[in-house]
Each structure stands twice: as structure tokens, then as C-alpha cells.
């Protein structure tokens, strides 16, 4: 531990030495010996010692009081005094100066360390305080929340800037007053005055926290709500010995939770509506919806009236969809409304919100008893268009406010687009009425056309065949080539006939399907067989090749017709001497037949239409070879009705590969001859 460093202010030269003496051998440090005040102020500048022995009677203008002032007001360095004097004047002079000791001369060794010990132990303490006090002061000075501390009676003792700045007070008027004269708080709900909190630690004995719903008043009547902590202030014993009282001003936290709440409300609100127009609901039902809710949000400020108005035919036209609480006059005078009439008129003709805060100019429709209201008048907008308007209604004087408006903007904005997409669903709807209207009159006219185009040719047949057997007599073989052409073509007739029937069939779910557990190999081996006499007579090869595959069930003889056209297609659109493969294979959920030839091949832009009914590939090349278009989509639909899918694998030029699935589970649904000709078609 470092020496001590003494100053020692004696104008006596034998009796200073000496006091050096006496310090040196006690431990001390001595700075310097000073012999009047002046010197001794000198003497504290230079050597900055830790304590100063004074000699209060000194020679000169100054003694050693007035010394001992300026040293401690300017260095704050501790004092002790020695004196031979007890004089009470001199005494209550020295008093003032607050030293830190007296001594009386003569005094003993032993008595001189005593005195100046305790005088730098209490230097130490006070010090100490100070610092504390000085940082506990700049702590509660500079802390964003209040504080009002009081005394064991409740009095006000202290109050940091933030505290006055809360209450209106300055500390120097409020000191010494109760605490509820500076501090009023009330209930923001009911308006009741709050207890003096320090009165409530008096009774229970315990911290106090207000009611989250306090609202302070200040010295001016303004309220600021506000949340609060009170303590008491104990001593060692447990004492209260005074109150602290903490508070803070919450209104930007509840702005921001206020925001906050608006934000979630907002989007819950947009998601509702959102989920209520994915209903299987019409529009009507949706904007009744609509304006219920919007009318129920109470902190909008509405009353619970309003209506929705849409434009339809008449572009320049609203028309009220929906209303609620409407009084039945308005329902009648506003059931349409031009643009620019009235307010409604007016926001559809400016596209922007129209706000009255009770009736006024704007108000060109009235009636009889009509009741104080103001309005918002929201736009509905698609692209910049005007399709509608909200009108809500507001109680009179209700101020127009942006956070209000801009939550309408949003549920209009949402509004109009459910708005479009329901009537974009609504004419989809009709056309697809009319359009099924159309499908049906067209199958009904296949069907009977078809019907009656065949009656006759089933006896043209008939006696063209006697002809040929020269039934009615000889035929030279000029007329026996001529009736053999005519027959093929009455049976190219007859087959596209049946073509054109079968579709139809298909299309309107008239063909009967006979579904049995069948042999797939079967199927295949026979179909193959009735091909091969066609096959020959082209000098093709006609291979297959069949793995084991259980029984199923299928339609027997609509899967021949399917293997059949496929090899047929085949044969035709392969040259002679050609090779044609009928492949049967599976897995463990479905049978698989592959058909593939190495004729003339299909171009992968004209791959799309094979499965489209009256759709051929259309090119000089392959109009020479006949067929309607109608055989792959008559595959088609067999094979979707069976669970199955149809598709091609080709290269112009590379010969072409037909396969088709069929599963062995399958379970048959009404309905499934509906499906669209495209359905299950691998590109």
C-alpha cells in the first residue's frame, strides 16, 4: 500500500519541523511545509498530497480557514485541522469548511495518526458516496422509462427528466408533494381514479403493478396510457424508508401492436374471403358473404349497412348484387346507378375511394326520414377498369382515416379479382352448356345418319354378290371386274359406316361393353391369324411373339377390334415385303401388346392427331391409302374404358410402334366412356 502524502501548513518553523518529524516516523509522506495560506494553496496545486495538516491561526491576509476553504472547493483533498485555540467562533468559522478533524495542540503522536486515519478513511467513504450518487443519478437521469421516488410519507423527493417530462412537473414544484397530487392515474376503460400505489404497499405490504389498462394524467390533462411499478425502499433492518415509483409511456407500443393486430386481422380476413371463393358457391352468395363480414370488423367504425354493386351489360351501369339492411326506398332508387350519380356514382366514375363523413351535396339520392350516415365508397378495379363498388356505411362523423382505407383497398383488390374469375367461370359454364348441346345434337346425327345410310347398303351387298354368282345369268368379265369394284367400295362404305356408329356409340356411353375373363394370348393369336391372309397377300411378314400373361377381364371382341385396326393400319402403311411384329408381354400390373411395322413411319409434329377423331395425317404421300380418321380414336376410347393407355413411338420414314396397356385389376366406373379423346395418350 502506498505512503500517504501530508502537507503541513504551520507558520511556527520549530513546531512544523517537528510535525515532520512525527509524520515521517509514522509512515508518512511530507509533501512540503507551508507557512501561510497563499504557499499552502500553492503547495496543494504542486504536489497534490492526500491530506492537509492546518494550522488554523496563520500569519498574513489569510488563515488558515479561508486556505482550507479554497483547497477543498477547489481540490477536494481532505483537512485537519490543528489549532491551540478553542475559541467558539473560530470553531463555528471552521465548521463551514467541513474538515475532517481537529487537533489540539499539543497533541501526542499517537493522537495525530489517529486523527488522520479516520479523516482519509472518511475522505474514502465520502468519495465513494459521491461516485455512487453522481453514476445512480446520471442512471435514473438518462433511463428511458420514469422515475419518482418518495419518502416513508409518500412525498415527492425525486423525479428524472423522463418523469417530469410525463407528468408536466418540475422537480422543484413538485418536491415534497404527495405522490397521487403529481402522479393521477386512472382506468382507461371506466375512468375511475387508480390508488396511490404507495398506499396500496402501506396496506398490502407488497410491490404494486398496475392494470395494464392505466392511463396517467398529467399536470395538463393529458392522458398518456401508461404500465407501472412501485417498490419500496428498505434500509439493513428492513425498514421502508421511501418509494420508487416506475413507469413508461406505452403509446407507441400499443400503436404498434394496434398495427399489428390490424395487419393479422387484414390478412385473415383477405384469406377467408379467399377461402369462401373457392366454395362451390355462386357469386351472389359470395358478396352477400363479403359484405357481412366487412360489416362485422368493429374496429372499421361501420355501421352494419352497405351493398355491392356490379357492372354488367351496361358499362356505364351498376347494378346491386347484394345489399344488407338497406332501407327498402334505397333498394328500389339505387337498384342501378349511373356512373358520376351520387357517390356510389361518383367512385366509379373517378376509380377512387369516396369518402362523406355525414350527408351532404353528394347525397343526390334521398328519401323520406332519412337518418345521419356518412359512406365509403370503394372502386372495385380489374386492369384499371371500374366492374363495381362497395358502399359502407359510417356514423356520422366518423374522420376519414388512411389505415381504414388501405385495408379496403386490399379486400377490393381481392373482390374483383373473385369477381372476374366467377363470371370468367360462369360464361365458361354456359359454353360448355351449349357446347355439350351441340356435342349431343352431333352424336344424335351421326347416329340416325349413319343408321339410315347403312339400311341400304346391307341388300346392295346382297344382290351384288348373286350377280356375281350368276344368279341373274352370265357375267362377261369385263361387268365381273366392274361389280367387284363396286363391291369393295360398298363395303369400304359399310365399314366406314360402322366406324362412324361406333363412335358415336362411344361418345354418348351407348355402346354396351361385355366384360369376361379372357384370355389375352387368345385374343392376340386370333387376331393375328384373321391379318395373316391380308398380310400375304402384300408378301409380308407377319411375326408374333407372346409371353405368359393370366386371364383378365376385358371385352373380348372391342380388344380384337383394337389389335385388328392396329395390325390393319400396319399392313396398309407398310410396302410389300415388309415385316410386321405383334409383341404380348407384362408386368406385375398390366398386360402390354405392341404392334410395330417397318413401313413409311409418322412425323412427330403429326403424331398428336392419330388419337383425334376424323384426324388422318394429311400429305400427298399418305392420302393414297384410305381410312376416316375415326380407327385410333375408336382404339382409344376401347382401351381407356378398360384402364388401359394407348400411345405411338415413330420416325418419319423409320416405320412406327403402337403399344397399348391394359391392367389386370381394373375396376369399371360409370361415367368412363366420358373421357376426353386426349386422356391417357402418350406424346
Known amino acids: 500500500m502506498p505512503e500517504k502524502r501530508v502537507l503541513v501548513v504551520e507558520d511556527d518553523r520549530i513546531v512544523a519541523e517537528d510535525i515532520r518529524r512525527s509524520l515521517q516516523n509514522m509512515g508518512y509522506t511530507v509533501t512540503s511545509v507551508a507557512n501561510s495560506g497563499d504557499m499552502a494553496i500553492k503547495k496543494v496545486e504542486e504536489g497534490k498530497p492526500d491530506l492537509v495538516l492546518m494550522d488554523i491561526v496563520l500569519k498574513g491576509k489569510m488563515d488558515g480557514i479561508e486556505a482550507a476553504n479554497h483547497i477543498r472547493s477547489r481540490f477536494n483533498i481532505p483537512i485537519v485541522y490543528l489549532t491551540a485555540y478553542s475559541d467558539e467562533k473560530i470553531l463555528e468559522r471552521a465548521k463551514i469548511t467541513q474538515p475532517f478533524g481537529y487537533i489540539i495542540k499539543p497533541f501526542r503522536e499517537r493522537d495525530l495518526k489517529i486523527s488522520i486515519e479516520i479523516a482519509l478513511y472518511k475522505h474514502k467513504i465520502e468519495t465513494e458516496l459521491k461516485e455512487s450518487k453522481s453514476w445512480f443519478s446520471t442512471t435514473l437521469k438518462s433511463i428511458g422509462d420514469a422515475v419518482i421516488a418518495a419518502d416513508s410519507k409518500g412525498c415527492v423527493v425525486f423525479m428524472n427528466p423522463v418523469a417530469r417530462l410525463l407528468t408536466g412537473w418540475d422537480l422543484k414544484d413538485a418536491m415534497g408533494k404527495p405522490l397521487n397530487e403529481v402522479y393521477k392515474a386512472v382506468n382507461e376503460e371506466t375512468g375511475e381514479q387508480i390508488e396511490n400505489p404507495i398506499m396500496n404497499i402501506m396496506r398490502e405490504g407488497i410491490n404494486f403493478n398496475q392494470v395494464s389498462q392505466t392511463v396517467l394524467i398529467d399536470k395538463y390533462g393529458t392522458k398518456v396510457p401508461i404500465e407501472d411499478r412501485c417498490d419500496p425502499i428498505k434500509d439493513d433492518k428492513g425498514t421502508i424508508i421511501g418509494y420508487v415509483l416506475v413507469f413508461r409511456d406505452i403509446s407507441e407500443r400499443r400503436q404498434a401492436e394496434e398495427e399489428l393486430q390490424r395487419r393479422s386481422q387484414t390478412q385473415t380476413f383477405l384469406n377467408k374471403l379467399l377461402r369462401i371463393s373457392l366454395q362451390n358457391i355462386s357469386l351472389e352468395e359470395i358478396l352477400e358473404q363479403v359484405i357481412e363480414d366487412i360489416a362485422s370488423i368493429s374496429w372499421l367504425g361501420l355501421k352494419s349497412m352497405g351493398g355491392i354493386w356490379i357492372v354488367e351489360n351496361d358499362p356505364d351501369i351498376l347494378v346491386m348484387k347484394v345489399q344488407r339492411r338497406l332501407p327498402l326506398p334505397l333498394q328500389t332508387m339505387c337498384a342501378r346507378i349511373p356512373f358520376g350519380r351520387c357517390i356510389c356514382g361518383r367512385a366509379a366514375l373517378s376509380g377512387e375511394i369516396e369518402f362523406a363523413g355525414h350527408i351532404d351535396e353528394r347525397h343526390e339520392v334521398r328519401y323520406q ?5 356518412g359512406h365509403y365508397c370503394i372502386p372495385l378495379l380489374s386492369a384499371g377498369k371500374v366492374i363495381g363498388i362497395i358502399n359502407l356505411y359510417l356514423k356520422e362523423g366518423h374522420s376519414r382515416n388512411l389505415r381504414e382505407e388501405e385495408f379496403l383497398h386490399a379486400i377490393a383488390d381481392v373482390l374483383a379479382g373473385i369477381i372476374q374469375r366467377k363470371q370468367a367461370e360462369e360464361k365458361l359454364r354456359q359454353a360448355n352448356i351449349e357446347l355439350k348441346k351441340a356435342d349431343e345434337l352431333k352424336t344424335q346425327f351421326l347416329s340416325i345418319v349413319s343408321h339410315e345410310l347403312r339400311t341400304p347398303i346391307t341388300p346392295m351387298n346382297a344382290q351384288l354378290q348373286m350377280i356375281l354368282a350368276g344368279y341373274f345369268g352370265e357375267v362377261t368379265e369385263k361387268q365381273k371386274k366392274s361389280l367387284e369394284m363396286i363391291l369393295r367400295n ?5 365399314r366406314l359406316i360402322g366406324d362412324v356408329l361406333d363412335i358415336s356409340r362411344l361418345e354418348s356411353g351407348a355402346m354396351k361393353f361385355i366384360m369376361t375373363k379372357s384370355s389375352l394370348s387368345e385374343i392376340v ?17 407377319l411375326i408374333l411373339n407372346e409371353g405368359k400373361i393370366p386371364g383378365m377381364m376385358l371385352d373380348k371382341d372391342r380388344v380384337t377390334q383394337v389389335i385388328v385396326n392396329l395390325i390393319n393400319n400396319a399392313i396398309k402403311f407398310t410396302d410389300e415385303g415388309g415385316t410386321i411384329e405383334v409383341e404380348l408381354s407384362g408386368n406385375a400390373d398390366h398386360a402390354t401388346v405392341k404392334v410395330k411395322d417397318n413401313g413409311i413411319g409418322i412425323k412427330k409434329e403429326d403424331q398428336e392427331k392419330l388419337f383425334i377423331p376424323f384426324q388422318q395425317v394429311d400429305s400427298s404421300y399418305t392420302r393414297k391409302y384410305e381410312g376416316t380418321g375415326l380407327g385410333l380414336a375408336i382404339c382409344k376410347k376401347i382401351i381407356t374404358y378398360h384402364g388401359g393407355k394407348i400411345w405411338v413411338e415413330s420416325g418419319f420414314g423409320k416405320g412406327s410402334t ?8 381394373y375396376t369399371i366406373k360409370e361415367g368412363n366412356m366420358q373421357l376426353n379423346f386426349l386422356d391417357n395418350v402418350e406424346k
Open 369 to 373: 326520414d332519412m337518418f345521419p350516415h
Open 525 to 541: 393369336q386370333n387376331a393375328v391369324e384373321t391379318m395373316r391372309p391380308q398380310a400375304e397377300d402384300k408378301n409380308q411378314e
Open 658 to 665: 403402337f403399344y397399348f396397356t391394359i391392367p389386370y385389376n
Open 490 to 494: 360398298t363395303g369400304r362404305l359399310d
